[in-house]
């Protein structure tokens, strides 16, 4: 599969970022797929990582800060990405990110449990595990649009002469390594577990990739979003965020962005849950 994922230059790009097993707020981004797709006919969507791998908790054990409370389903959303893919191909798109890299050749993540990998693929059974890392195998590392966006789990660290560095980039034979180490490891260490980019770095990164900035997510900013420079939007779609504070956003794959400055409250940048936003995210 294609290291990095090439966007058309027309229709409605939704970008959500970091559902982490939250089968909820998959609902909600596909509802609005549905309603964009349904006006326009012609709408993309875009999941920048980190899909699966979700808390094991009890709602009474919930703490504030992880956001609204829900159970993991990372096999559920995972199976519903495949339908959704089925009915509308081309049009759905996935990032892999640094929990997804754990089950097809990274480092096994610890966020909830001791072996995140292990205990989903064992809850699913050998053969749907299968299935599932067969899933995985087939989403970029990267994605570029001709309007000026570029898309990546973590934050836009790498450094990289051209796209073809990064088709190039390795995913496997990091199981046995950690977080530490695979940080050190060019290209892909960055681009999956990066939380940060100095400015020059990430200009350098969407230079290298045709691009004007970055979306990202990994990262987890209560406000719902933030901007770094102009190069630079971290997004936060559903983990660790209330309701209140999710944000996707949505892009015009047919227009030129100069910088994520021109990326509106609003118009580009939508709260997915717009009954409950909060006042400065209604635009």
Known sequence: MARVLRLPDHGRLLVCTDLQGCLRDFHRIVEIFDEV???TGDAHLLFTGDLIHGP?????????FLGEYYRDASDEVIDELVVLSLRHPGRI????GNHEHGHIGGPHTAKFAADEVELLEARMGPRAAERMRQVLRGFALVAVAPCGAVFTHGAPAATVQSIADIEAAPLEGF?????????D?????????????APDVAARFVRALGGTFCIYGHDVIPEGFERVGDEQMVVSTSFGVPDARKIYVSLDLGARY???RELRLGHEILPLYPDVAAPDLRG
């Open 56 to 64: 094991h908790l009890d709602e009474r054990d919930w703490p504030d």
């Open 258 to 260: 100069r910088s994520v």
């Open 185 to 197: 490891a060019p290209i892909i260490g960055p681009i999956l577990w990066a939380r940060s980019a």
């Open 175 to 183: 199981e046995l390594g950690s977080a530490l180490d695979i940080l």
């Open 37 to 39: 797709d349904a006006a």
């Open 93 to 96: 798109h996935a990032l892999v």
